[in-house]
C-alpha cells in the first residue's frame, strides 16, 4: 500500500458527561483534516439520565453523513470500553483516537498516514502540547531521547518515562485487534495499551511533530478526581513487578516520577496536606532526578509557551 491509495483512517471519541462546546471543537477539528479518507465515531458513554445528553444528539445528527457516525451506549461502560466498542466498529485500515475536549490540528491524519505508510509501522505517536483552563501550555510531551527503537529498549524507556498521548496514537487496525484493545482500568489505560503493544511485538514508530492540543479543565470527563489517585497508585505497585529487569537507576526514577505525579493529582483534589509529604518522597527517591526533572519541565512549558 501507498500514500498515493490513501487509506481508509477510523477516528474513534469516545465522550462522557461533555457539553456541546468541547465536543463540537474535537469533532470540527476531526472534519477540518487535510487527509479526506477518514470515518468518525463519537461513542457517547455518558448515563442515560444525562441532562445534556439530548444536546449531544441533536449536535451529532446535524453533522452526521456516511462517514461521521454516532452511537450512545445503554449503560456507562467506561474509557476502556467504549474505545473497544469504537474499535469493533471501525471500518479503517487505521485507526486513532481523539478526547471529546481535545482537537487535532488540520495535517495530523495526513502526516501520521504518511509516517505509517513509510516506514510499515504497527503503531506510531508523536508530540503533544498541553493547554490549562487559563489557555497557557502547561505541558509539552515529546520523546527526542530515545536511544532505540527496539522492543527491550522502549519497554525500558515507556515504565520510566510513559510513551502516552492516546491522541497522538495510530494503529494498524489488525494489529490492535489482535493485541486485544485496550485493558480495563479506570485510569492509566493509553499507558496499558502501548505496554502491550511493545511486549506483544508490534513495530512502533515515533514522528516528531506536534499537532495534538490537550486540554485540561474540571468539566466533565472520561476520567478524573479521586480515580486518578487510585490509578496511579495501581500503577506503580503494577510496575514493581517488572523492577528485577531494571536498573537501580531506572527504580529510582520510576519511584520519583510516581511521587512527583502524586503532588499534582494531590493539589488537583485539594488533598493540599499530602502535596508536601509526596514531593519530599519525590526529593528522596532521586534528588538528582528531582532537579533536572523539575527544572527542564519548567523550561519546557516555558519554551513553548513562547513559541
Known sequence: MTVSEKP??????????????????AVQSVLAQTYENFELIVIDDSPADYEKRG???????????????????????GGSLARNRGIELAKGEFIS?????????????EKQVRFMLEGDYDLSFSNLIMYGASGAVVDYREYTDIPAFDNETLLHYHLTRHMTGTPTFMFKADKLREI????????????????KS???GLKIGYLPDCDVKVYKHAEGGITQGKNKID???????????????????????????HW??????????????????AGVKAFFASP?????????????????RKG
Open 8 to 25: 481508509l483512517v477510523s477516528v474513534i471519541i469516545p465522550t462522557y458527561k461533555r457539553t456541546v462546546e468541547y465536543l463540537s471543537r
Open 55 to 77: 444536546e449531544i444528539a441533536d449536535y451529532m445528527a446535524a453533522v452526521a453523513s456516511e462517514t461521521v457516525r454516532y452511537y450512545q451506549n445503554e449503560k456507562n461502560m
Open 97 to 109: 483516537f481523539l478526547d471529546d475536549d481535545d482537537e487535532y490540528k488540520p495535517e495530523k491524519l
Open 180 to 195: 486485544g484493545g485496550f485493558e480495563d482500568a479506570k485510569m492509566g489505560q493509553e499507558f496499558y495499551l502501548m505496554l
Open 198 to 200: 511493545i511486549e506483544r
Open 231 to 257: 490509578g496511579e497508585n495501581r500503577l506503580y505497585e503494577f510496575k514493581k513487578q517488572y523492577f528485577p529487569r531494571l536498573t537501580k537507576k531506572e527504580i529510582r526514577f520510576i519511584n520519583f516520577r
Open 260 to 277: 512527583a505525579v502524586m503532588v499534582v493529582a494531590y493539589k488537583r483534589n485539594h488533598m493540599f496536606l499530602q502535596m508536601p509529604i
Open 288 to 304: 538528582g532526578d528531582f532537579f533536572s526533572q523539575v527544572g527542564g519541565f519548567v523550561g519546557k512549558v516555558f519554551r513553548n
